[in-house]
């Protein structure tokens, strides 16, 4: 059983920064990939970005360019380097993580862009 922690949301203005953390109770370094996952309110859960055991990120058009993810395995982390926020980057954001052949989910953390 895998634990998912995520910290780091919180009110932004549109065009600020914001970084967000996933702290696993599990080995980062063994699993299969791991991602950022978001889900506005009336939306349907949509992949912000994902990084495999190797190490190569993904990204959806949405975000490329403006997002990065990167994962420390030493402290078992996935972050999400988030800039340029736009109001339609506002939702509840979800640090999954896949080991063997379970998915493991977050409890999500808020995301708010407003001025």
């Known amino acids: 059983q895998v634990q998912l922690v995520e910290s780091g949301g919180g009110l932004v203005h549109p065009g600020g920064s914001l970084s967000l953390a996933c702290e696993a109770s599990?080995?980062?370094?063994?699993?299969?990939?791991m991602g950022w996952y978001r889900q506005a309110p009336g939306k349907q859960r949509e992949l912000v970005a994902s990084i495999t055991y190797s190490g190569s990120p993904i990204y959806s058009d949405s975000v490329k360019g403006r997002f990065l993810i990167s994962r420390d395995s030493a402290k078992n982390t996935l972050y999400l380097q988030m800039n340029s926020l736009k109001p339609e980057d506002a939702a509840v954001y979800y640090c999954r993580g896949i080991w063997g052949a379970r998915v493991y989910w977050g409890q999500g953390t808020q995301v708010t862009v407003s001025s």
């Open positions: 599990g080995s980062i370094f063994s699993a299969v990939a």
